[in-house]
């Protein structure tokens, strides 16, 4: 290498140094500018260039030292007083505070139901928030065009391909059929869920809320059984024991009933809760039409079951007296944080 070459690899060299320690600096101090270092023999070389060279490059080598020396000086300054404040923590101070995460409302309701079922043999079963209209409506006996299909206000995703749309699951009871076709009975689900709904945002509704569907499918599954079940539940949820099956109309429960609970008119908060009458509205349920155990593959002529479906909000507003349903879903920390105590 020439001796160009050795100052010219020099620069970089020296350019990229760095050191992270005090010994880190040390060591370069001596590769560099010990006795036996690089400078030392690039100055007893230099003593051989030809004097052209040395005009070229006596003034570029004295430079180079000095900012080398400078370096050094700089990193045992900086470091000794990084050292030093490193030494001054005090381990004695109180660590930072972490907080524990709190149970979201809504998931505290949504694990209790989920208890309570899963004592009498219920498991979980989940499906897409985005659904076809197939499982949403048209297996669960809304026929298209059909004016039921109003009773919920959808949200529709348009395909822009011109392929089949989509929609925001207005209920959970689109889990049901995806259910029963992937699976012979016994079936014995619940499915907790997000649905949407294209409705007004106010204190009292949302256009997203929660809803636990239930599904139960066997030999002789009969309305009485359904009702066992839903005096159990109401016993284990509310505290309550009486319950009042009103006819009501959903298209793939035959019949359909609307449950309520009785929960009494003690003091002013039932009376606001119950709207006066003493009874609380908790769900929509009915023996599963025949039907929908046809569309989702299931023979009607072996097996029977009823369904039920729930919203969570109410009970959670209920349960912890949160004033506007939006706050359920604003995740402001101020609100989160009171359910510490209910992890
Ligand atoms: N899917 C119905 C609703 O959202 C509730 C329901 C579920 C009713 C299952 C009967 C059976 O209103």
């Known amino acids: 290498m020439g001796f160009s070459d050795k100052v010219e690899s020099l620069i970089g060299e020296l350019e990229r140094a760095s050191a992270k320690s005090q010994d880190e600096a040390e060591q370069f101090r001596i590769k560099y500018l010990g006795s036996k270092g690089v400078f030392k023999e690039l100055f007893n070389e230099f003593k051989q260039v030809s004097s052209e060279e040395k005009r070229q490059f006596?003034?570029?080598?004295?430079?180079?030292?000095?900012?080398?020396?400078?370096?050094?000086?700089?990193?045992?300054?900086?470091?000794?007083?990084?050292?030093?404040?490193?030494?001054?923590?005090?381990?004695?101070?109180?660590?930072?505070?972490?907080?524990?995460?709190?149970?979201?409302?809504?998931s505290i309701i949504k694990d209790e139901i989920i208890d309570i079922f899963h004592a009498i043999g219920f498991s979980v079963a989940e499906?897409?928030?985005?659904?076809?209209?197939?499982?949403?409506?048209?297996?669960?006996?809304?026929?298209?065009?059909?004016?039921a299909r109003d009773m919920?206000?959808?949200f529709f995703i348009k395909d822009p391909n011109g392929g089949e749309d989509y929609v925001l699951r207005t209920h959970t009871s689109s889990v049901q059929v995806?259910?029963?076709e992937n699976n012979q009975p016994p079936i014995r689900i619940i499915a907790p869920?997000?649905?949407?709904?294209?409705?007004?945002?106010?204190?009292?509704?949302?256009?997203?809320?929660h809803q636990i569907e239930g599904l139960y499918i066997d030999k002789g599954v009969t309305f009485a059984d359904m009702k066992q079940t839903l005096e159990y539940f109401a016993k284990s949820f509310f505290g309550k024991s009486k319950?009042?099956?009103?006819?009501?109309?959903?298209?793939?429960?035959?019949?359909?009933?609307?449950?309520d609970v009785y929960w009494g008119l003690e003091n002013e908060l039932d009376y606001r809760i119950t709207k006066g009458t003493g009874w609380l509205e908790v769900m929509g349920c009915g023996m599963v039409d025949p039907a929908v155990l046809d569309s989702c593959g299931i023979d009607p002529e072996v097996?029977?079951?009823?369904?039920?479906?729930m919203g969570l909000e109410r009970s959670a507003m209920q349960r912890f007296q949160i004033p506007d349903i939006r706050m359920i879903f604003e995740n402001d920390v101020r609100f989160l944080k009171q359910f510490q105590s209910a992890i």
């Open 178 to 180: 995806r259910t029963m």
């Open 127 to 147: 499906g897409p928030e985005i659904e076809d209209d197939w499982h949403n409506f048209s297996a669960l006996n809304f026929p298209p065009e059909h004016p």
């Open 58 to 106: 006596g003034k570029q080598l004295n430079q180079l030292k000095s900012k080398a020396e400078a370096k050094v000086e700089h990193w045992k300054h900086s470091l000794k007083s990084e050292e030093k404040q490193a030494s001054k923590i005090d381990l004695t101070r109180p660590g930072m505070l972490v907080e524990p995460g709190a149970k979201h409302p809504i």
């Open 303 to 309: 097996y029977s079951g009823f369904a039920f479906g």
């Open 152 to 154: 919920q206000d959808t």
């Open 243 to 259: 319950i009042r099956l009103r006819p009501s109309y959903f298209p793939f429960t035959e019949p359909s009933a609307e449950m």
């Open 193 to 209: 869920g997000r649905v949407f709904r294209n409705e007004a945002v106010s204190a009292r509704s949302h256009c997203i809320f």
